[in-house]
């Protein structure tokens, strides 16, 4: 089956840093799309970046210039760099792919999520 696994999180000051990782399998990577998104505690999960099967990114306005999101199909993996974090980047970061299983690919596209992993910007 698709899993995803989510790797990188931890505490870290206002104005840190922080690497995520995701590692895929069981999907046809280099055709997925690949998405991060986060939810803080009280609020919905939200879009944080995203990049297609060409490497194209796109990023919401909270994080661009200070997240960078990209991918290796050799390796199957994301990995979304965050730079300058803010307490209000805190929140649980879910990895999202959408794309076909390698075991069903007559099912098509869906969407599968990660387990998630914390991340707490606080001093």
């Known amino acids: 089956q698709v899993q995803l696994v989510e790797s990188g999180g931890g505490l870290v000051q206002p104005g840190g840093s922080l690497r995520l990782s995701c590692a895929a399998s069981g999907i046809l990577f280099s055709s997925a799309f690949m998405a991060w998104y986060r939810q803080a505690p009280g609020h919905r999960r939200e879009f944080v970046a995203g990049?297609?099967?060409?490497?194209?990114?796109t990023y919401a306005d909270s994080v661009k210039g200070r997240f960078t999101l990209s991918r290796d199909d050799a390796k199957n993996t994301v990995s979304l760099e965050m730079i300058s974090l803010q307490p209000e980047d805190t929140g649980v970061y879910y990895c999202?792919?959408?794309?076909?299983?390698?075991?069903?690919?007559?099912?098509?596209?869906?969407?599968?999520w990660g387990q998630g992993t914390q991340v707490t910007v606080s001093s």
């Open positions: 999202k792919a959408r794309g076909v299983p390698t075991t069903l690919p007559e099912i098509g596209f869906g969407d599968y």
């Open positions: 990049v297609d099967p060409g490497g194209s990114g």
